[in-house]
């Protein structure tokens, strides 16, 4: 099993670990578990929030798009984990976290597929218990920002002939690529592994 320590531990948190937490959560197979994957979205979220390496919060945003977008049922339970630190990472500064907690956000809730049911449920459930600033910044962001970019994903989708996710299809597949990249070892071959 992945070991979360390593990711929790304020002062050891790598690239690696967290595209290992990644890896695992992509992975197929029947040793994972509702605290087993809770462990590592709860290690994703502290990673995720403003103040940490900017790096770190990119690679922790690309995991938890990824495994949105690819395997939504296994990240569905811990949107109220990962909701408010994706929220305070849509307004940052640096644009690459921005972009990348953009389209975290828009996965979580599946905003391109569902528009906005899986967001209705959460305001509705855990959502509600959001300070009252946060619970209305969010709603606003959700109702001007998001469902526009969902439905500028889903036009492009359909431009697209049904591919494209958000019209990043190439960015989406790099995004897997570097999730998948970690462990693998380097032949020589200008490749890493067989790919």
């Known amino acids: 099993m992945y070991d979360t320590d390593a990711i929790r531990e304020k002062n050891f948190v790598?690239?690696?670990?967290?595209l290992a937490a990644g890896k695992?959560?992509?992975?197929?197979?029947?040793?994972?578990?509702?605290?087993?994957?809770?462990?590592i979205f709860e290690a994703?979220?502290?990673?995720?929030?403003p103040g940490r390496a900017v790096d770190a919060r990119r690679l922790a945003l690309v995991v938890v798009r990824t495994v949105s977008r690819t395997q939504n049922d296994v990240?569905?339970?811990?949107i109220p984990l990962l909701a408010p630190p994706i929220f305070?990472?849509?307004?940052d500064p640096v644009i690459p976290v921005k972009l990348t907690a953009e389209a975290a956000f828009l996965a979580i809730f599946s905003v391109v597929e569902l528009e906005s049911a899986i967001f209705d449920k959460y305001m509705a459930g855990a959502g509600a218990?959001?300070?009252?600033?946060?619970?209305?910044?969010?709603?606003?962001?959700f109702k001007r920002v998001a469902l526009r970019l969902g439905n500028q994903a889903r036009e492009r989708q359909e431009a697209?002939?049904?591919?494209?996710?958000?019209?990043?299809?190439?960015?989406?597949?790099?995004?897997?690529?570097e999730i998948w990249s970690v462990g693998k070892v380097d032949l020589g071959e200008g490749q890493f592994g067989g790919e």
């Open 14 to 18: 790598t690239d690696n670990s967290i």
């Open 24 to 39: 695992y959560l992509l992975g197929e197979g029947d040793n994972k578990n509702f605290e087993s994957n809770r462990s």
């Open 44 to 49: 994703l979220a502290m990673v995720i929030q």
């Open 75 to 78: 990240v569905k339970p811990h």
């Open 88 to 91: 305070a990472s849509v307004r």
């Open 129 to 141: 218990d959001l300070p009252a600033t946060v619970k209305r910044s969010m709603q606003d962001y």
């Open 160 to 177: 697209e002939g049904g591919q494209g996710g958000l019209g990043l299809s190439g960015d989406e597949r790099d995004d897997e690529k």
